[in-house]
């Protein structure tokens, strides 16, 4: 079985795969032509727990070969050398593609991952297990990884995961290391959600089947040793918005709440004037004509950019559970994250934010080479560990 599931990966991933499997706090990815989620992990894969006695490299070794970006005058050295490899693949800007050609784009996490082999960066070891489940959501089934810490029978704390992607390209591989170090640093269970993407699935899709899936975890947690009174939601980006959206839907439909929500750099805002889209129009790897063209993606109309669905901070926003928001500096929707953290404060939330400088969006994945994502990833650790122990 373990070589089939190593050969499995191999097809997959091709020279990646071996980083792959040990990542943790980098992405752990390939691309995906099709946008949906890897199917091949619907049997116990148990992480690797050996190190590359070869890795000797340093983080503080990783450098950026060129000057640094007009719209980024105080980029940390390792943000700017993962900006510099995603550049030297040439791929065209995905405004210009379709979706299923923006899906084959390579993603922030083959630079990680690239930069990480050339510079012998060992990957750090997270001792979790891996296995995939259908779930049943309205209109069809979506995928889901759930990771399991290794040791003990739990039951353990459970996050529910939605990963970034504008609702439109990225998977569960794209994300896996963010799930993965969750598992790992968070001591639960995390249950990865592929919801179906768009243009194929239109708004609500993505909406509805993170709630559906939100609604199984709760009604089978014991099932995957996990604890039913202690659920919590996180994601990135469009998952960022999912995740809030998630104690907002429990409360209005009567489903138990999740004890608290992790949003990363969350689309929030239907505002694409804001400060931070204004200042960061042209960062990279997200820029302004990028989330323009997710929103097009996503929506039916333009005019549904305003539903309070997707722009957070016209919802209702009392009475949910408390809230961790992590942005980066560099980043257009750091302006979401700082409204949405206003809007809920004004709604009697309890929230914590952080804004980490000097790095861009989807920096959070990235801590074995990204020392400000280590230190977020941490943070966030942290703040679900407190939650679930009150």
């Not at 049997?43 to 190190?51: H, I, L, M, S, Y």
């Not at 490299?57 to 700017?80: E, F, L, R």
Request: net charge positive; proline share 6%; hydrophobic share 40%.
């Amino acid at each position: 079985m373990k070589s089939l599931v190593n050969n499995i990966k191999k097809q997959k991933c091709n020279s990646l795969a071996a980083l792959a499997i040990l990542a943790a706090t980098s992405f752990a990815s390939c691309s995906n032509p099709t946008g949906n989620s890897t199917q091949t992990d619907s049997t116990v894969v148990t992480t690797e727990t050996k190190t590359d006695s070869m890795a000797t490299g340093s983080v503080d070794n990783v450098k950026p070969t060129g000057a640094k970006p007009s719209w980024a005058p105080d980029i940390q050295p390792q943000m700017q050398a993962v900006l510099e490899k995603l550049q030297s693949y040439g791929d065209k800007p995905i405004p210009q593609l379709t979706a299923v050609e923006a899906r084959k784009n390579h993603t922030p996490t083959d630079a990680v991952m690239a930069l990480m082999q050339e510079n012998k960066i060992a990957m750090p070891v997270m001792k979790v297990d891996t296995m995939g489940k259908e779930i049943p959501v309205k209109g069809g089934s979506v995928h889901a990884r759930i990771y399991t810490p290794q040791g003990g029978n739990g039951p353990f704390p459970v996050i529910v995961y939605y990963h970034g992607g504008g609702y439109v390209i990225a998977n569960l591989d794209v994300y896996d290391a963010s799930a993965k170090a969750l598992a790992d640093q968070v001591g639960a269970v995390v249950v990865s959600v592929a919801y179906r993407l768009a243009p194929e699935h239109k708004f609500p899709t993505a909406h509805t089947d993170s709630f559906d899936a939100y609604q199984w975890v709760v009604k089978n947690a014991a099932s995957i040793k996990g604890d039913p009174k202690m659920i919590a939601v996180a994601g990135e980006s469009a998952g960022g918005n999912l995740a809030a959206n998630m104690a907002i839907m429990a409360r209005d439909k009567g489903v138990q709440a999740p004890v608290h929500v992790l949003s990363v750099y969350p689309i929030a805002s239907a505002d694409m004037n804001s400060q931070s889209y204004t200042k960061y129009a042209d960062a990279k790897p997200l820029d302004k004509p990028m989330m323009m063209w997710f929103t097009k993606q996503y929506t039916n109309t333009m005019s549904e950019a305003k539903d309070p669905r997707l722009n957070l901070v016209a919802a209702n926003l009392k009475g949910l559970p408390a809230f961790t928001i992590i942005n980066a500096e560099l980043d257009p929707l750091a302006s979401d994250g700082e409204m949405l953290e206003k809007k809920l404060k004004d709604a009697g939330v309890t929230v914590d934010r952080k804004v980490y400088n000097g790095v861009t969006h989807e920096f959070f994945g990235m801590g074995a080479l990204v020392p400000e994502a280590k230190d977020a990833m941490g943070y966030a650790a942290g703040q679900l560990k407190s939650a679930f122990k009150k």
